[in-house]
């Protein structure tokens, strides 16, 4: 084995070692302090040892997701076996656009897409994997658009009418992106109020829908979501599908996060009516645990992937080739280069299977209703919603200077500070690095969200309220900002 191969195996050592359960979840500095002790400089080389020595650096500093007080984003530790997938594919450097360069991968691709097409309740429907949610929604935009304006894809938008796109007010803003990445434009986002427990107000749609044809404009597409970024809230899609159906609208549903309940027999029907969509949107690399990135997006009709986004390049797509071309999915993709992230999942699902999985989104689930039910009952935390809907518990905690005070525009005020300074003070501790936001009226406030991995227990639940808790009785009113 020459060096440069036994530096692999070096690397292999060096990540069981950072991210043992001993070593602090995050050891925090600022960005210009961070850049002077890292060694980032890469115009001369060095030998192994000292590259050794960079990069155990490199992960001393960066934060270890693997552990289960990382719960600030969408996402946390990976399956193992989906990390072996990823390793492989990384080690194979396969791209994914031609069955004769990836040949076992292109059927392991259609293999697990029609698996979840099938429990999407699409049978007939197509596929890709994308590299997010945020990539997923063009190609929802571009879907959507090109099903109704086929010539759109040869002559452009100069000649269509002033479309129009309808998502609620608390949807995943890669809707405004893709709307100006497209040419839409943000303002043709017309955004649905939510109620009070954050779905999309389904007579609302209606209403909207009717205002925006009285005015000329062309309702091209309605986003629903299943999972909302901070509440976690699943809108009534068999609501929104009916209004969609009368208007003959497309209807996507934004799944990337709640997706992930369609592995569970126990609360997939909470997702009932997401059968009925033109296209969805999932991503296993949050819920799930795959492996970032790892992103599907499925549309109902069969064909109209490869229609609306092929460019029949002749040195890649050749037709006269001595094998089947229709394995050559490359043409449908909006990327020339893709990674093979559908391994990363199938090997996830070989080893787990349906009931293992089903295990996991279960597991998920009690865990996040352990955690609602203790934040309702434990002293100086609040609940902004007492629905679960996926597993996001969103509270407040209400330290003891600010109880029995009353609760005006000014306190919140100070709540919404107070929430910020809790944070920081978890995060410089290295006790737990959860998120924060305000949304809607209300001030600053928690979400703490649950994932398959790392397989939690009721215990380590208890203790990061207890971190949140002796956080928030450090905060006083001369640490907060004027």
């Not at 500095?29 to 850049?35: A, F, G, I, R, V």
């Not at 997401?274 to 970032?292: F, Q, V």
């Not at 009709?301 to 490359?330: P, V």
Request: proline share 4%; hydrophobic share 40%.
């Amino acid at each position: 084995m020459d060096q440069k191969n036994s530096f692999i195996n070096k690397v292999l050592d060096i990540v069981r070692e950072e991210g043992a359960s001993d070593v602090p979840l995050i050891e925090f500095k600022h960005p210009k302090e961070l850049e002077e002790i890292l060694d980032l400089d890469v115009s001369k080389g060095v030998d192994d040892q000292e590259l050794e020595r960079c990069v155990r650096k490199v992960l001393q500093y960066s934060v270890k997701t693997n552990k289960a007080t990382f719960r600030n984003q969408l996402y946390g530790a990976t399956d193992p076996y989906g990390l072996s997938g990823s390793w492989v594919a990384e080690a194979f450097n396969t791209s994914q656009y031609t069955f004769e360069v990836a040949p076992a991968f292109t059927l392991i691709e259609a293999k697990i897409l029609s698996h979840i097409l099938q429990l999407f309740g699409i049978p007939d429907g197509d596929g890709i994997f994308s590299p997010g949610g945020s990539i997923s929604m063009l190609y929802a935009l571009v879907a959507a658009r090109y099903k109704a304006f086929p010539d759109v894809k040869c002559k452009g938008v100069r000649n269509l009418p002033e479309l129009v796109v309808f998502t609620s007010e608390d949807s995943h803003y890669s809707i405004m992106k893709g709307a100006h990445w497209l040419g839409f434009g943000t303002e043709s986002i017309k955004q649905i109020k939510t109620n009070e427990v954050g779905q999309m107000q389904v007579d609302q749609l209606d209403a909207a829908i009717q205002r925006e044809r009285c005015l000329g404009r062309y309702p091209v597409m309605v986003n629903a979501t299943a999972g909302t970024t901070v509440l976690g809230a699943i809108d009534n899609l068999e609501g929104i599908a009916d209004v969609c159906e009368k208007y003959g609208v497309w209807l996507h549903v934004d799944a990337c996060w709640g997706g992930s309940l369609i592995l569970s027999g126990k609360y997939k029907h909470r997702l009932k009516g997401i059968e009925r969509a033109n296209s969805i949107s999932w991503n296993p690399h949050k819920m799930a645990g795959a492996p970032l990135q790892c992103s599907v997006f499925l549309v109902r009709e069969k064909g109209l992937l490869h229609a609306a986004n092929c460019a029949s390049a002749q040195y890649l797509f050749q037709q006269d080739k001595f094998y089947d071309i229709t394995y050559d999915t490359g043409d449908k993709s909006i990327q020339c280069g893709r990674k093979i992230d559908a391994f990363k999942l199938w090997m996830m699902w070989k080893a787990r299977g349906d009931e293992g999985l089903n295990v996991l989104a279960d597991r998920v689930m009690e865990l996040a209703e352990f955690g609602l039910k203790t934040v309702a009952g434990r002293p100086g935390f609040r609940l902004v919603s007492a629905l679960l809907q996926c597993p996001n518990v969103c509270f407040w905690y209400i330290p003891t200077f600010m109880r029995d005070k009353t609760e005006s525009e000014e306190w919140w005020d100070v709540m919404h500070k107070v929430t910020k300074k809790i944070k920081e003070l978890l995060t410089v501790t290295s006790r737990l690095m959860i998120a924060y936001m305000p949304l809607r009226h209300h001030k600053n406030f928690f979400r703490l969200a649950f994932s398959f991995h790392p397989i939690m227990e009721e215990v380590e639940v208890l203790r990061m309220l207890q971190h949140i808790e002796e956080c928030g009785e450090m905060v006083n009113l001369s640490m907060l900002d004027p």
